[in-house]
């Protein structure tokens, strides 16, 4: 047997799989809290594509096009991703000039029902807060229970807080507009014309609304295992205690249901602060660049779970490398994907098939190893990026390929030594290597190269 036939066949091994259906429910694992572990103990990394639409659909017309949720998991599954943000959008509308698009795009369905009397804003009935929309929620539970039948987990996002302050008539188009609700509530505490208050503990009547839709959710989902939750996509940096609020809410109201989901604090735009993050009562939390999220991570300490979201840290971007330096340095990768470019970009555009690629060999690699027992060991590799059970198993990767130094002092015996290639999925084993001491490696092809070393004796 030829060596390229090995690699061609090591390398089918890490794209070919059938999905499970999702277990949990996911908690922190006990023996390394960078994890997620479902009910069995098993850790559970998290990683993957979202995208806006994917819960409320957003398009050009009125009503917008239907997003093809089936299409999307099978998107998924092509890429072995298992981790997905489920965006809601709380204006009616997005003007999207911001974005480089000359369309005002439909946002619909929304939680609340528009049943009037009386017209909104933009012609239709108004909303009554007292009214759920059960389009809306039957759509989440049945998209939730598809993606958990392909062992996919779904992060539902209770609140949207980047409209509110950054896109052109989303006040306007706002439910807890007075102008806009029958109830007449009005989330502009401070009447700038923003209504940013609604995510601020700012107007009691608009939390208990949004406290009755917060045990809606849950009690829609609560009995599925593959369930996370999100507080708020960037909201402002005022909205720190508002989100506390909602989080031990939800920690709370599960107390007293079957079962008890994660809940995450992401990013506060613009302004907001990791530490914000880190000292909130999430159990996941998704960071901003300060700190060398986006270039150079610093190594995740298992105080927090962290999903590091290319969202937060460039909007629309990240690369290759981005992925595997998140994974050596203990995070789980996800990103923000403009799919089928129905809301920005292109459609389907190949300039992000190497973040997709690459986010799905990292899971390959996390399920191989004993994830339990790994963690960040930047001192042990030249390129001080690795994950490792020092003296049983090293994953290590190299930026610019060529040559890396690995201390193997930790454990006599010896070593089985693979090379994989983030660029093509392909595999070359190389010769067994005798632990004990620092051992030089070079990657037998040009670019950046991921390095896994496991002792067998």
């Known amino acids: 047997m030829t060596s390229m036939v090995i690699v061609m066949m090591l390398g089918s091994v890490l ?33 993957g594509s979202h995208t806006w639409s994917n819960l409320v659909d957003i398009g050009p017309t009125d009503p917008p096009p239907a997003f093809r949720f089936v299409p999307y998991l099978d998107f998924l599954e092509q890429y ?29 369905p929304q939680p609340w029902a528009r049943t009037g009397p009386g017209k909104a804003l933009d012609g239709k009935p108004k909303f009554d807060l007292s009214k759920f929309n059960p389009v809306y929620f039957d759509r989440l539970r049945s998209r939730v229970v598809a993606a958990g039948e392909r062992g996919i987990y779904v992060s539902i996002m209770l609140f949207e807080g980047w409209a509110l302050q950054h896109a052109e008539g989303a006040w306007e188009g706002h439910p807890f507009n007075p102008a806009n609700n029958v109830q007449g509530l009005d989330g502009d505490a401070n009447g700038d014309g923003k209504g940013l208050e609604v995510h601020e503990l700012a107007v009691p009547a608009i939390t208990e609304r949004q406290e009755a839709y917060v045990r809606k959710v849950v009690d829609t989902v609560n009995d599925l295992d593959n369930v996370l939750y999100e507080i708020s996509n960037e909201n402002h940096p005022a909205s720190t205690q508002w989100q506390y609020h909602i989080i031990n809410y939800i920690h709370d109201y599960e107390k007293g249901k079957p079962k008890q ?94 973040i997709r690629r690459s ?25 001080e990026y690795c994950l490792a059970n020092p003296g049983v198993e090293y994953l290590v990767y190299l930026p610019e390929g060529g040559e890396v130094t690995v201390d193997l002092s930790g454990g006599a015996g010896q070593f ?17 290597v005798t632990g004990g001491a620092k051992r030089e490696f070079t990657a037998p092809f040009g670019g950046d190269a991921a390095l896994y070393l496991t002792r067998h004796g």
Not at 29 to 44: I, K, L
């Open 359 to 383: 986010m799905g060999y990292a899971r390959r690699f996390a399920e191989r190893m004993n994830l339990k027992e790994m963690s960040p060991h930047g001192e042990l590799a030249s390129t």
């Open 416 to 432: 089985t030594v693979e090379w994989f290639n983030p660029s093509t999925g392909e595999v070359a084993p190389a010769n067994e």
């Open 261 to 354: 989901h994660p809940v995450g604090m992401t990013f506060q735009f613009k302004g907001g602060s990791n530490q914000t993050l880190f000292d909130s009562p999430a159990d996941w939390i998704s960071p901003n660049p300060e700190g060398g999220y986006r270039d150079d991570p610093p190594a995740a300490d298992g105080s927090k779970v962290i999903l590091n979201d290319t969202d937060h840290l460039w909007g629309i971007g990240g690369n290759q490398a981005w992925v595997w330096k998140s994974f050596l340095r203990g995070m789980n990768p996800i990103f923000m994907d403009p799919y089928d470019g129905g809301v920005l970009d292109s459609a389907f555009n190949p300039e992000w098939d190497p």
């Open 15 to 47: 794209t070919d799989a059938v999905a499970q259906p999702a277990s949990g429910p996911l908690r922190a694992c006990a023996e390394n809290p960078r994890y997620f572990g479902d009910a069995d103990g098993n850790v559970v990394y998290l990683t």
């Open 80 to 108: 072995h991703h298992n981790f997905i943000r489920m965006w809601t959008w709380e204006p009616v509308t997005w003007d999207t000039r911001r974005q480089g698009r000359d369309a005002t795009q439909t946002a619909a």
